[in-house]
């Protein structure tokens, strides 16, 4: 019986191994999967020699990082932001300004779904984009405040 | 151990409309099918080659989550690799990219492959078998996609790597929308199996 028990505890023992193992793997692809999207997001907002900076993380279904971009024209903020509807998915690049006014709106891909001609008309086309970017200017601004190089 | 005692798929009828279910919601375009299902058919055949060995390996009683467990993991490592590939083929994908999980489970001949012995009753190799069907799921996978994207929308959307994926006009209009909502995924997928259903039965297949 006793014997029967311990053999038992070992066998859920090497599970438990085994499973902590897949836990670290999927671990590691996670963080490959996040830096290759930090690199591809921070190049979509590298453009007319801004130089584009991490500025936060978010916790938002619709954009995970807001960056900060320094131009000649000044200090602006954007996010890759993924909009969707029933008919396909898009994913723009939002820039805003540090008092979170949106700057421009520019599509960067998307999935099965007629786009409107301008992507500003795209908002109208996704249910819920108004309010992810009302939450993205929401997020910038607190970045903003919180940022001691924000109004420079 | 009987087939019908094995494992970790219940009722094969019920797990395969269960499988079928999140490629109807990812498959609005050819490039979000093909990726879903070639991702599922990957998961198949990983898991067809682990099955016999793992069975001799962890208790009967274990199986079960075990191979749940190593699904769910194949299936949100193949989420990052999408990541990876294409940020807009992986948003479209959205929630349902760990639902390979169980797409990848639920093909019939995978339950047969953690049964003892490579090859099974028929003569053919269990891998073998599910190699195949997993090939055959992908096929139908992009080719639902396909359909679906080229009759609802007009267009074809490539599944290549990078953000912006390059798309074919078939026409100038949206011929029948219906079919890239859900809804209309499975009113083109009904059609599929009905059509499926008389070419078998045109070729002399019995079928139940």
């Known amino acids: ?51 584009v900076a991490l500025a936060g993380r978010a916790d938002d279904p619709s954009f995970d990082r807001v960056f900060r971009m320094r131009s ?12 969707r509807s029933s008919r396909g998915s898009a994913l723009v690049g939002a820039s805003f300004s ?9 599509l960067l891909g998307s999935c099965a779904s007629r786009l409107p001609e301008r992507p500003q008309d795209m908002i109208g086309e996704f249910p819920g984009a108004g309010e992810a970017l009302a939450r993205a200017a929401e997020k910038v601004r607190a970045i903003s405040k919180a940022s001691p190089e924000a109004g420079s | 151990m009987s087939e019908g005692k094995d494992g970790f798929v219940p009722n094969p009828v019920l797990a395969g409309l269960v499988g079928i279910c999140p490629l109807i919601a990812v498959s609005r375009s050819l490039a979000e099918a093909t990726v879903y299902g070639l991702g599922a058919a990957l998961c198949s055949i990983v898991l067809g080659a682990v099955a016999p060995p793992l069975r001799s390996v962890i208790a009967d009683r274990l199986q079960a989550p075990a191979m749940l467990a190593l699904s ?82 007009g267009t074809l959307t490539l599944p290549v790597p990078g953000p912006d994926l390059p798309r074919l006009y078939v026409a100038d209009f949206a011929p029948l929308r219906i079919l890239v909502s859900t809804s209309g995924g499975f009113i083109l997928l009904g059609f599929v199996i009905a059509a499926y259903r008389t070419l078998a039965r045109v070729s002399g297949r019995k079928l139940p």
Not at chain 1, 76 to 82: D, E, K, L, R
Not at chain 2, 78 to 99: E, K, V
Not at chain 2, 102 to 123: E, F
């Open chain 1, 72 to 83: 000649a024209s000044g200090l602006s903020f954007g996010a890759v932001m993924t909009l």
């Open chain 1, 1 to 51: 019986m006793a014997q029967d028990k311990r053999e038992r505890i070992m066998e859920n023992l090497a599970v438990a191994a085994v499973l902590g193992l897949l836990a670290l793997i999927v671990g590691a692809f996670s963080l490959a999967a996040d830096s290759n999207s930090v690199a591809a997001e921070r190049s979509a907002f590298a453009r007319d020699g801004s130089v």
């Open chain 1, 98 to 106: 540090s008092d979170g006014e949106l700057l421009e709106l520019r």
């Open chain 2, 72 to 153: 769910s993991a194949l299936a949100l490592v193949y989420g990052f690799l999408t990541r990876i590939y294409s940020p807009t083929i992986a948003a479209g994908l959205w929630i349902y990219s760990p639902l390979l999980a169980v797409s990848g489970l639920s093909l019939s001949t995978l339950r047969r492959s953690s049964l003892p012995g490579r090859i099974g009753p028929d003569g053919q190799s269990r891998l073998g078998a599910v190699a195949f069907e997993a090939v055959m799921f992908l096929f139908s996978a992009a080719f639902i996609g396909a359909a679906r994207e080229i009759v609802g929308l």
